[in-house]
């Protein structure tokens, strides 16, 4: 070992029986990748948090949230890069989401920068290379680096489909040929194609070149009948490996299975090599994708990696365990995993003892046992698990794999299953499959494989099959339900049919290996049995959390649900599907650079009266304004203040440049119903204030704390609101920023000015009896508030392009996320609309309409807010109505929102509730809004300039 070196934790390499080293490798250049560990503080979610939450599905955060939170820290990526640039190796990437650097050098280097000798090697399998002992790294990098892959590049024996058929007495009466889609109405698949789903399916060199041509899949679809297409297929090339174009038969037999369920779906097909760090390169694509690359919701692996065995030959402990890690975060992401148990029994490696293949037993997938599916009448049939020389003997030509792990513990969802020891070990194990489906060749599927006609099964068709029913389901649903192997076990009784007989093999015995027992209830040929789709499906659905109208917190009343105590969202219910989607995105912020404005209407700061920048206003206000600028929440500011000063920043520095308006503040504080962790409010003011000048116009700007849906049935925001405006005395009041649009017409970004409000409210106002009135009889609010569209004209032709690249961002970001590819990119600039002027292109009202609870609109209408407006937010009508409540001259007014989520479609299950739907279409709204919020609000502040200029 090198002078302050330290040996990486499970990096020696394991190599097969009978090897010869030959010499040492050649000087030539070698790719290797470092895997790191996750960024201090990660806590992607473990095995217990999915069994604990087993009654609710997984909400994922976006990929960029899990990059940041989860993935490598980027001070981490740089001292590798530095490291391994600095032994004069070559950086080929860095990978933030994916905890790697790619690196290539020489032997030499590479030898010197690992403190290992590389040798090649030769056995039964051909010639590869590796080292002996362990893998070292430099002491700084000792907690960084977790795993060098690449160094050994010996083939890992990948076991794939069986391909001899062999007719037995041990099958069902009349077993013969079936179609993906008759086995699916046996099963009770539910209706539907999997619109908007992409399958990976996973494709590597098992002693020859994965591949497949058009012709054998289109011949292989055209066998099933029933007037099926050909798939949507994508080809992935990992590493310069490709698609062969010679069908290999696994290949096939994934993408018309797949194909046959899910119609509508997307089939990527991923081809790589057969070394561990090809298999890991091809997950990392699956799992965390390039820009460009099919974005996976579902994978299907029909292939096995070797024995899980303590002593297997091909992968290091720390291998495996970054695996697992990959799989871990299939599962935080929402991606459901499914994985062929291998079709040997119980026989893996070793020719006298069970083992269970890998990555079947891995706990983060769903590992599918086969069956044979005979006797069919109609819907009914006989089901028996698969092992079609059921009496042993060496040439035994396939079994259902499964057992008891010898690596893996049994994972939290299995506690409750029954299962037996592991009849090798006698120890508690993962058992392995989770799930079965036909999979004997004597009742499997055509297949044209170069040209040739015949049945094709093995667990091999038992992955893409289910891979095929998730599809279906989640777009059903309008989620990805991920990984689901809680909900299977939790559903066991109802959702499954046991596979115990009568009749049938009685075991997965192979040749000299003895195996494991079918038995009543779960075991390790079939798993819990084979499922019942629409019963799974309606499971899910149970599962998907739906929050009824209603949702909203009443806040300050016994009993009170638990609510978020800081930020945009405070006092909003914890479980709000909008607030808990839109929270878990980060929103896309950029710096838009300098702005051309017209000579002498640039926005420059001016003082707040005599009230000096960071002091708390507790008196009444010293200075009057022409407009009032109201503003919400930190992005929407953020946003606002790119604009205005070229400066988006907007903490601690920041807001101590601005005053806090506090008026009243103690006669008012028993009625703000939670005023949690905010820091103003609990400082003891209401919001923050500001001032600038456009042209000769003097402008307020209120960030305020206060929103209607966090504070309850009295509205001190009301009152509040009604005391600034006094003190101001401004002629024009302005509320902007982020709304939803109502209908389909609007884009993201595209701003909407009116002087029209409604409300649209859950709660009772008993010290503001109009605002009932005016919601139940959709009364609109309306003032004389007029608009010069000189100066609107002048921003839609200069300045909203401006925001393009961001709202481009968002976009990409967005359409990351399964089934959200409905909201439009922006191909032209953002529009700006007048009301009554340059009314929007539909029929609808062009009213602001605000609702006490977080609402969205849908295809369906079904909160009936299209015919009341064309925005929905939380705050303008309350605000209007203060206006209109007060004494004296009141000001104009008008609303300037932007669509940071326009109308919201989704695939919804016939027969879902209402309510279910409009939960589901929150959730989906509250991550675009995430997203967008901030890009889309640069608009609105382009809109609120060319008011106030145009005055």
């Avoid at 030959?313 to 890690?325: K, N, V």
């Avoid at 794999?401 to 994972?411: E, K, N, Q, T």
């Avoid at 896309?588 to 001016?606: F, M, N, Q, S």
């Avoid at 009152?719 to 101001?728: C, E, F, R, S």
Wanted: aromatic share 8%.
């Amino acid at each position: 070992m090198r002078r302050g070196y330290i040996t990486l934790k499970g990096g020696r390499h394991p190599h097969p029986e009978k090897h010869r080293k030959l010499g040492p490798t050649a000087d030539g250049d070698i790719t290797v990748t470092l895997l790191l560990r996750r960024r201090r503080g990660a806590r992607p979610k473990s095995l217990e948090d999915f069994c604990k939450s087993a009654a609710t599905l997984h909400s994922p955060p976006s990929r960029t949230r899990y990059a940041n939170t989860s993935g490598a820290d980027p001070k981490d990526l740089k001292a590798v890069t530095d490291f391994a640039r600095s032994q004069g190796m070559t950086v080929l990437s860095s990978h933030k989401a994916r905890r790697a650097v790619t690196v290539r050098g020489s032997a030499a280097v590479l030898n010197k920068s690992f403190a290992v000798t590389l040798h090649d090697y030769q056995y039964a399998g051909g010639r590869y290379r590796s080292h002996d002992g362990p893998v070292s790294v430099p002491r700084s990098l000792g907690a960084i680096i977790e795993a060098v892959v690449g160094l050994t590049n010996r083939k890992v024996p990948a076991q794939h489909y069986a391909a001899r058929r062999v007719r037995l007495a041990a099958d069902p009466p009349d077993t013969k040929s079936l179609t993906p889609q008759e086995v699916a109405l046996l099963y009770q698949f539910p209706s539907g194609d999997g619109t908007g789903q992409t399958i990976g399916l996973y494709e590597m060199d098992a002693g020859g070149a994965a591949g497949y041509s058009l012709q054998d899949i289109e011949d292989s679809i055209k066998a099933f009948g029933g007037g099926l297409k050909v798939p949507t297929l994508v080809d992935v090339s990992i590493d310069g490996v490709g698609n062969s174009g010679v069908s290999d038969g696994e290949t096939g037999l994934d993408i018309t299975v797949a194909g046959a369920i899910a119609q509508g779906a997307q089939i990527a097909v991923y081809f790589t090599g057969s070394s561990v760090q090809a298999i890991l390169h091809a997950l990392q694509r699956m799992i965390h994708p390039d820009a460009g690359d099919p974005v996976p919701t579902i994978i299907s692996i029909s292939y096995g990696w070797g024995s899980d065995a303590p002593a297997a030959a091909s992968f290091s402990a720390a291998e495996y365990t970054q695996l697992g890690a990959l799989f871990q975060d299939a599962a935080n992401l929402a991606i459901s995993v499914f994985v062929s148990s291998g079709d040997t029994g119980a026989f893996i490696e070793d020719k006298t003892h069970a083992q269970v293949s890998y990555p079947a037993s891995e706990p983060w997938v769903t590992a599918c046992g086969g069956t044979t599916v005979g006797n069919v009448s109609g819907t009914t049939f006989d089901e028996y698990a698969w092992n079609d020389r059921s009496a042993g003997g060496s040439d035994s030509p396939a079994a259902t794999g499964g057992g008891i792990s010898d690596r893996f513990a049994v994972p939290a969802y299995q506690q409750n299953a029954a299962l037996p020891k592991n009849i090798v070990s006698r120890k508690s194990g993962r058992g392995v499959p989770d799930v079965a489906a036909n999979a004997s060749e004597n009742s499997g599927y055509i297949q044209y494989i170069q040209g040739q006609r015949g049945a094709v099964g093995g667990t091999s068709a038992v992955a893409p099959l289910y891979a095929g029913l998730i599809a279906r389901i989640n777009a059903n649903l309008g989620r990805s339900v991920g990984f689901i192997n809680p909900q299977l076990y939790a559903a066991s009784a109802t959702a499954f049919r046991d596979i115990a007989g009568p009749g049938g093999p009685k075991n997965n015995s192979y040749g000299r290996v003895v195996g494991y027992p079918v038995t009543v209830g779960w075991d390790g040929c079939t798993g819990l049995g084979r499922v019942k789709g629409t019963a799974l499906q309606n499971s899910l659905k149970a599962a998907t959390q739906p929050v009824p109208k209603g949702r909203s917190a009443k806040s300050g009343r016994k009993g009170a649900q638990r609510v978020f105590r800081s930020g945009t969202f405070r006092g909003v219910d914890i479980h709000d599907p909008f607030a808990v989607a839109a929270l878990d995105e980060n929103p896309i912020v950029v710096d838009i650079g300098p702005i051309k404005w017209p000579a002498g209407l640039a926005p420059t700061a001016t003082a707040l009266g005599s009230h000096r920048p960071g002091s708390i206003i507790t008196g009444p206000l010293n200075f009057t304004v022409d407009v009032l600028i109201v503003l919400y929440t930190e992005e929407e500011t953020q946003a606002f203040l790119e604009v205005f000063t070229g400066d988006n920043s907007w903490g601690t520095t920041r807001q101590k440049q601005w005053c806090g308006y506090a008026q009243n503040f103690a006669k008012y504080k028993p009625i703000i119903a939670n005023i949690g962790d905010d820091k103003a409010l609990k400082q003891g003011f209401f919001g923050y204030l500001s001032a600038m000048k456009v042209g000769g116009k003097t402008i307020a700007l209120y960030k305020s704390e206060l929103h209607p849906k966090q504070n309850g049935d009295k509205l001190p925001f009301i009152p509040v609101l009604q005391q600034l405006i006094a003190g101001l005395a401004p002629g024009l009041v302005i509320s902007t920023g982020t709304a939803g649009a109502i209908g389909g017409v609007l884009n993201c970004g595209d701003v909407v000015i009116t002087n029209s409000a409604r409300f649209h409210v859950e709660n009772q106002y008993p010290d503001d009896p109009g605002i009932n009135a005016m919601s139940l009889d959709h009364a609109a609010l309306s003032n004389s508030a007029g608009v010069d569209p000189q100066y609107v004209d002048y921003a839609i032709a200069n300045f909203t392009r401006l925001s393009l690249a961001g709202l481009a961002k968002c976009h990409s970001e967005v359409t990351e996320e399964s089934g959200y590819g409905f909201v439009r990119a922006n191909s032209t600039p953002p529009n700006i609309y007048i009301a009554g002027t340059t009314n929007v292109p539909d029929a609808q009202s062009m009213a602001v309409v605000s609702a006490d609870y977080l609402t969205v609109d849908d295809s369906h209408d079904l909160e009936g807010l299209q015919p009341l407006g064309i925005m929905n937010d939380t705050d303008d009508a309350f605000l209007f109505y203060a206006i209109s409540q007060m004494a004296g001259t009141k000001p104009a007014w008008l609303s300037i929102r932007n669509a940071s989520e326009p109308q919201i479609v989704a695939n919804i299950a016939s027969g879902t509730s209402a309510s279910a739907t409009i939960s589901k279409l929150a959730g989906i709204a509250g991550r675009v809004y995430g997203i967008y919020q901030y890009c889309t609000t640069l608009n609105s502040a382009f809109a609120c300039w060319a008011v106030v200029a145009g005055l």
